[in-house]
């Protein structure tokens, strides 16, 4: 017999006002809505729903809130494979999200201000992050090796530690808008990247090492006024065996 589960909360938000939820039916899905008002409304549904096994059928999450931190019942649906996070409030990730093992995608549309280093996601495959505040990269995304694409943008950081290197399966990065002012010579060590998107960064060169990046078919460096590529490089970067596009 196959169970069908499909709990959703539409929510809208407006300036000063309580979030407006919607409960309707459809698959394994959630849609949170949650601010001061209705907090402990929706802290019951979701123990009524640890209770009657529902909360194990959910397979995606998204979570609308203005509040400042993460709703602790969230980590309750341990069985998602995805997670968006849409918060007005500004949030921080903390070991509690180790509870999501077989978390597969992570979006971010939130001012986040730390990672925990004690976070070890080794399903994940795509993570989305805007508006990270740190000046450091978090360090702690090298160890999640199943990662396929990275894409965080609007952050503060300098610098990419060379520890990316331990992504070996990362098909596409996007670090556009941020802060970067240089890249390690470890990236080319990524044989399977195929995106590199550094816009809108303080890049003043390329490593070499970019030339080793064989699988590359797209290199974004649009908005890097202090950038400067040599021609060797140019030439090189062409040459690359399935490269198609260099948008400078």
């Not at 729903?49 to 309750?76: C, H, Q, Y």
Request: proline share 3%; glycine share 2%; net charge negative.
């Amino acid at each position: 017999m196959k169970y069908v589960f499909y709990f959703l909360l539409i929510t809208t938000f407006t300036a000063n006002a309580q979030i407006d939820t919607i409960l309707q039916l459809g698959d394994d899905a959630i849609s949170i809505g949650i601010d001061e008002n209705n907090y402990h409304i929706i802290e019951s549904e979701v123990k009524r729903m640890i209770t009657n096994g529902a909360a194990k059928r959910v397979s995606l999450l998204t979570v609308n809130s203005n509040i400042d931190s993460l709703p602790f019942f969230i980590f309750e649906f341990t069985e998602i494979k995805e997670l968006h996070i849409n918060s007005t409030g500004i949030i921080s990730l903390e070991e509690s999200f180790n509870k999501f093992r077989h978390l597969v995608q992570l979006r971010i549309n939130s001012p986040l201000c730390s990672i925990s280093d004690k976070i070890i996601l080794d399903s994940i495959e795509n993570l989305h992050i805007v508006k990270y505040s740190s000046m450091i990269f978090p360090k702690v995304i090298c160890s999640w090796k199943q990662l396929r694409e990275v894409d965080i943008q609007g952050s503060l950081f300098t610098r990419i530690p060379k520890e990316i290197d331990n992504l070996q399966n990362l098909l596409v990065i996007n670090f556009s808008d941020n802060k970067l002012n240089q890249l390690p010579d470890e990236i080319g060590e990524l044989k399977h990247l195929e995106v590199l998107s550094i816009g809108d960064n303080d890049l003043k060169t390329l490593p070499n090492s970019i030339c080793r990046l064989t699988k590359l078919r797209e290199l974004y460096i649009l908005n890097n006024p202090k950038l400067k590529i040599t021609e060797t490089q140019r030439e090189c970067i062409k040459s690359l065996p399935v490269f198609k596009t260099l948008f400078e």
